[in-house]
Nanobody, 122 residues
C-alpha cells in the first residue's frame, strides 16, 4: 500500500502563486512508487486532471492549466510539486494527489491523498 499526503494549500489573492507538495510512502508491502499526478475538485464539479509526472520525468498537463501550472518531482523522496502561477478565483478547489504503486507481477494500484484546499479570493 501507499500513503499519499498533500500539503501547501491555503488562501491566496488572485494573481498570486502557490506551490503544493505531495509525498507518497510505501507502507506494509514491497514495491515502488510510479507515476504521480495532481487533480482538483471544486464543489459540485467533477474531478479534473491537472498534471502528471512519470518516474522518468515525463510530464503531461490538462488543457485548463497549461502555461500556468508546472509539475516537478524529487524522485529520491517520492515527492512531487505543483507550482501554480497567476491564480484565479476559478482555481479554488480541493487539490488531490495520486500515486501508482508498482509491484512485480501485479497491475499498478492507484492511491489518493486526502487533498489540500486552495482558495483564491480577494
Amino acid at each position: 500500500q501507499l500513503q499519499v499526503v498533500e500539503s501547501g494549500g491555503g488562501l491566496v489573492q488572485p494573481g498570486s502563486s502557490l506551490r503544493l507538495s505531495c509525498t507518497a510512502s510505501v507502507t506494509a508491502s514491497r514495491g515502488s512508487v510510479g507515476t504521480m499526478a495532481w487533480y482538483r475538485q471544486a464543489p459540485g464539479a467533477q474531478r479534473e486532471f491537472l498534471a502528471a509526472i512519470t518516474k522518468g520525468g515525463a510530464t503531461s498537463y490538462g488543457d485548463s492549466v497549461k502555461g500556468r501550472f508546472s509539475i516537478s518531482s524529487d524522485s529520491a523522496h517520492n515527492t512531487i510539486f505543483l507550482q501554480m502561477d497567476a491564480l484565479k478565483p476559478e482555481d479554488t478547489a480541493v487539490y488531490l494527489c495520486n500515486a501508482n504503486h508498482i509491484r512485480l507481477g501485479r497491475a499498478p494500484s492507484t492511491y489518493w491523498g486526502q487533498g489540500t484546499q486552495v482558495t483564491v479570493s480577494s
